[in-house]
């Protein structure tokens, strides 16, 4: 059975950092595309970033681009995404989900938007921004 589990939000003030993790199993990490997805409240969902499976193309929403960093181990079947200079805005409930990347290098969920339909989800992680 497909298990992927984030951890590491929280609450943080204007201008700090977080690091999310997503611990994954039932599934070979290393031969999946990953994304990180968000929901900020009362709003749809939204793609934050992807990476590819070997971990060497990553992709970044213009909201986010230079604030944070996906990566991956895959020697530990684990997503990471650093957020640094986090704004209020950035509140919301975060998941790490299983991706398709084209051939033109575009994330799936990124060109089709995200949905609970579309991959293997985990629970998420809540972030707070606020002072």
């Known amino acids: 059975e497909v298990h992927l589990v984030e951890s590491g939000g929280g609450l943080v003030q204007p201008g700090g950092s977080l690091r999310l993790s997503c611990a994954t199993s039932g599934f070979t990490f290393s031969s999946y595309d990953m994304s990180w997805v968000r929901q900020a409240p009362g709003k749809g969902l939204e793609w934050v970033s992807s990476i590819n499976d070997g971990g060497v193309r990553t992709d970044y929403a213009d909201t986010v681009k230079g604030r944070f960093t996906i990566s991956r181990d895959n020697s530990k079947n684990t997503l990471y995404l650093q957020m640094n200079s986090l704004k209020t805005e950035d509140t919301a409930m975060y998941y790490c989900?299983?991706?398709?990347?084209?051939?033109?290098?575009?994330?799936?969920?990124?060109?089709?938007?995200?949905?609970?339909?579309?991959?293997?989800w985990g629970q998420g992680t809540q972030v707070t921004v606020s002072s």
């Open positions: 989900v299983t991706d398709l990347i084209t051939p033109d290098g575009e994330s799936t969920l990124k060109v089709v938007g995200p949905a609970k339909d579309l991959g293997h």
